[in-house]
């Protein structure tokens, strides 16, 4: 997460030496895992704005609730949910002690469930991975965090709570709530179809996400710019 957020740190500042941009304009937008990088960029570069989409807290919490919600969506019976508990705590001990693929296979049984050796050394970089301390960072930035109703994905109860706890006192979080979209904050009647997802794409794809997910970035995009007045908003 840090080399992504050096990354983008550098892109902002090669953005800021062209003179066709507007370096005081240039924000932040993303999904998911970003929101363990969001922050870190914040804490490099000066930003105008953040929006964050499903964004994730703590990697251990968030992959233990999308295990346990998978599982529940499944219809899953209690024998399989208690060892897949168990395979994923082998795991996390793994884990801890910085265990080499190798171990991680031979801990498995040689079952790898999709795991390669670049995403166990992904994992294993990243594990520990937690934004809590990160957000402070993104005091007095303008922010529109965006949640979605049907995330399995990400807990957005407690991503949420964390991002009020740091940031509601300054008064620049924007919170948006979208009940019928799923983690990528499309409708979750048209991500459970692939033909209906893969039509929608092909001949209307604004509206493949929420109602009024795009229109609420276009809102607090105008809120925030030269002369905005990007005050927290919930919804």
Same mark, same amino acid.
């Given at each position: 997460?840090?080399?992504?957020?050096?990354?983008?740190?550098?892109?902002?500042?090669?953005?800021?030496?062209?003179?066709?941009?507007?370096?005081?304009?240039?924000?932040?937008?993303?999904?998911?895992?970003?929101?363990?990088?969001?922050?870190?960029?914040?804490?490099?570069?000066?930003?105008?704005?953040? &929006? @964050?989409? $499903?964004?994730?807290?703590?990697? +251990?919490? !968030?992959?233990?609730?999308?295990?346990?919600?998978? /599982? #529940? *969506?499944?219809?899953?019976?209690?024998?399989?949910?208690?060892?897949? &508990? @168990?395979? $994923?705590?082998?795991?996390?001990? +793994?884990? !801890?002690?910085?265990?080499?693929?190798?171990?991680? /296979? #031979? *801990?498995?049984?040689?079952?790898?469930?999709?795991?390669?050796?670049?995403?166990?050394?992904?994992?294993?970089?990243?594990?520990?991975?937690?934004?809590?301390?990160?957000?402070?960072?993104?005091?007095?930035?303008?922010?529109?965090?965006?949640?979605?109703?049907?995330?399995?994905?990400?807990?957005?109860?407690?991503?949420?709570?964390?991002?009020?706890?740091?940031?509601?006192?300054?008064?620049?979080?924007?919170?948006?709530?979208?009940?019928?979209?799923?983690?990528?904050?499309?409708?979750?009647?048209?991500?459970?179809?692939?033909?209906?997802?893969?039509?929608?794409?092909?001949?209307?794809?604004?509206?493949?996400?929420?109602?009024?997910?795009?229109?609420?970035?276009?809102?607090?995009?105008?809120?925030?710019?030269?002369?905005?007045?990007?005050?927290?908003?919930?919804?």
């Amino acid at each position: 997460m840090d080399d992504r957020a050096d990354e983008t740190a550098a892109a902002i500042a090669w953005a800021r030496t062209r003179p066709d941009i507007d370096g005081d304009r240039i924000g932040l937008w993303g999904a998911s895992q970003a929101g363990w990088v969001l922050p870190k960029v914040a804490a490099r570069t000066s930003v105008r704005f953040v &929006i @964050a989409v $499903s964004p994730a807290i703590n990697w +251990l919490r !968030q992959g233990r609730y999308n295990l346990l919600a998978e /599982l #529940r *969506a499944d219809g899953a019976s209690a024998s399989r949910t208690k060892a897949e &508990i @168990a395979r $994923s705590d082998t795991v996390r001990r +793994l884990l !801890q002690r910085h265990a080499t693929f190798e171990e991680y /296979l #031979r *801990a498995t049984h040689g079952d790898a469930d999709g795991m390669t050796a670049r995403r166990w050394r992904f994992i294993t970089r990243n594990h520990t991975a937690d934004a809590t301390r990160d957000l402070r960072a993104l005091r007095g930035v303008p922010v529109l965090l965006t949640l979605a109703g049907h995330d399995v994905n990400v807990d957005t109860a407690e991503t949420e709570r964390d991002y009020r706890k740091v940031l509601d006192a300054g008064g620049a979080l924007t919170v948006k709530h979208y009940p019928d979209a799923a983690h990528s904050l499309v409708k979750r009647s048209v991500e459970r179809s692939d033909l209906r997802f893969t039509l929608t794409a092909v001949f209307a794809p604004r509206t493949l996400f929420a109602d009024g997910f795009l229109g609420d970035q276009r809102h607090f995009l105008e809120e925030a710019g030269p002369g905005g007045n990007a005050e927290g908003r919930h919804g």
